[in-house]
Antibody, heavy 123, light 110 residues
Framework: QVQLQQSGPGLVKPSQTLSLTCAIS??????????WNWIRQSPSRGLEYLGR?????????DYAVSVESRITINPDTSKNQFSLQLNSVTPDDTAVYYC?????????????WGQGTMVTVSS | QSALTQPASVSGSPGQSITISCTGA?????????VSWFQQHPGKAPKLMIY???NRPSGVSNRFSGSKSGNTASLTISGLQAEDEADYYC??????????FGGGTKVTVL
């Protein structure tokens, strides 16, 4: 079955870059029918969609307006994984970060989720 | 993009039916048939329960059903069971080419 395994540090200093990776098993990051997403959850902001990467004969990304100036989501076909980079973090970026697969036209059917990574932004 | 509006809590007795609403706008819920619902137990990742307004993924109980009218989507849980006690979130595609979540509803089984 499809599984997503997240990795990355749980503590990031303010103004630095948050970096997380999501390894895919049972599916391909290059799939023409899936998209690969990052979502975060905090008590103050609830669930918040961050963005995605997907392949449809070429690679595409789309990002939430709230983070689009600071975020990069990249696929790594050699390792069948994708990554999240969020620059210039502040304590407001403290949250549980999830990677998730979506399929379907609207990209809201997040059917497979990673285990979540608690990231704290603090000096 | 503002979060979709859900009631903070809904409760019911075992065997009863409950309905959770998810209100948005014509730019999201009302404009597209791309509403999903998720169940989340404490400390766990969300689980997809309904997608594209009313479709159930394989393995999800048929006690869960979804619908939409105008700018409001709804999730109904029939034959409420103790294991249904969890937080529930809706999500919708938006005309800004992104996705937005609701604030979440805590379901309590009395």
């Amino acid at each position: 079955q499809v599984q997503l395994q997240q990795s990355g540090p749980g503590l990031v200093k303010p103004s630095q870059t948050l970096s997380l990776t999501c390894a895919i098993s049972g599916d391909s990051v290059s799939s023409n029918s899936a998209a690969w997403n990052w979502i975060r959850q905090s008590p103050s902001r609830g669930l918040e969609y961050l963005g995605r990467t997907y392949y449809r004969s070429d690679w595409y990304n789309d990002y939430a307006v709230s983070v689009e100036s600071r975020i990069t989501i990249n696929p790594d076909t050699s390792k069948n994984q994708f990554s999240l980079q969020l620059n210039s973090v502040t304590p407001d970026d403290t949250a549980v970060y999830y990677c998730a697969r979506s399929r379907g036209g609207g990209g809201t059917a997040f059917d497979i989720w990673g285990q979540g990574t608690m990231v704290t932004v603090s000096s | 993009q503002s979060a979709l509006t859900q009631p903070a809590s809904v409760s019911g007795s075992p065997g009863q039916s409950i309905t959770i609403s998810c209100t948005g706008a014509s730019s999201d819920v009302g404009g597209y048939n791309y509403v999903s619902w998720f169940q989340q137990h404490p400390g766990k990742a969300p689980k997809l329960m309904i997608y594209d307004v009313s479709n159930r993924p394989s393995g999800v109980s048929n006690r869960f059903s979804g619908s939409k009218s105008g700018n409001t989507a709804s999730l109904t849980i029939s034959g409420l069971q103790a294991e249904d006690e969890a937080d529930y979130y809706c999500s919708s595609y938006t005309n800004s080419y992104t996705r937005v979540f609701g604030g979440g509803t805590k379901v309590t089984v009395l």
